[in-house]
């Protein structure tokens, strides 16, 4: 029975650490307001509001970065450093500077990073920064607002490979795992989106080329998370069949 006790206590005080490590995680750092930037082209710029949760001033550093598939420097950030002292709120501004009109939405990340100010009298210690990465999302003006982009995209599978195509205009954000069905098998994206007018393929790995849905866990501009969305897979072999079905008897030879 005491050998029972010690444990259980031991598994108590473990969660107990637990629990206050995920406070401290949650609570402490530079807390932006919404979990992505989202710049309207027709406003020319967009803010976020940043608060200090913790009780002495920090640092905030602010960035745009740039995804691999897009170095254009559309954003600039205003102001890049600032001082925000303990629980108060910091308004950083995101400016378009696009030459050209945009005719499909773009995607960049947004950095918060919270750095305490360097105090000459503490001496040498170790300084624990938190950052956030966010998507940062270009709406181009004129574009009508899609909350289901990913009822767009196209899914097909040819020999050993899997390709999900956008031809549309909008950023499709979605989790990294694909499930084909009917058999139940995972395929992994390289990444969590799929860009306008671009295409993502991957290999099957194992997974049956039989497959006729692409399960999608599709996510809002916002990043919430929305009922997985089945998306119909063409075949090559399909395609061929279907063409054939279609070609007009005029063009039909038929030998004597």
Request: glycine share 8%.
């Given at each position: 029975m005491k050998s029972i006790n010690f444990k259980?206590?031991?598994v108590v005080v473990a969660a107990a650490m637990l629990a206050g490590f995920a406070n401290v995680a949650m609570a402490t750092g530079m807390v932006p307001e919404t979990s992505v930037v989202l710049v309207n082209e027709a406003d020319g710029?967009?803010?976020m509001n940043v608060k200090n949760s913790e009780s002495t001033p920090q640092l905030l550093y602010t960035s745009v970065t740039h995804i691999e598939e897009d170095q254009e420097n559309l954003v600039v950030v205003t102001p890049?450093?600032?001082r925000v002292e303990g629980n108060q709120t910091q308004t950083v501004r995101f400016v378009l500077q696009n030459k050209t009109p945009l005719t499909v939405e773009r995607l960049e990340r947004a950095v918060f990073e919270g750095i305490p100010p360097r105090d000459p009298k503490a001496g040498a210690r170790v300084t624990m920064t938190v950052r956030q990465d966010l998507p940062l999302v270009i709406h181009?003006?004129?574009l009508a607002v899609n909350r289901e982009p990913w009822k767009e995209l196209k899914v097909s599978i040819t020999g050993d490979e899997l390709t999900i195509e956008n031809p549309s205009a909008y950023v499709v954000r979605l989790a990294q795992t694909v499930q084909l069905q009917p058999q139940q098998k995972n395929v992994e994206l390289p990444r969590p989106y799929v860009l306008p007018k671009t295409k993502v393929t991957v290999p099957l790995k194992g997974a049956s080329a039989a497959a006729t849905i692409a399960r999608l866990f599709p996510a809002t501009t916002y990043?919430?998370?929305?009922?997985?969305y089945d998306a119909p897979v063409t075949s090559a072999s399909a395609a061929a069949t279907q063409t054939q079905a279609t070609?007009?008897?005029?063009?039909?030879?038929?030998?004597?």
């Open positions: 259980l206590r031991n710029e967009a803010t890049p450093v600032a181009p003006k004129g990043g919430y998370s929305v009922d997985p070609v007009p008897a005029s063009q039909v030879s038929v030998s004597k």
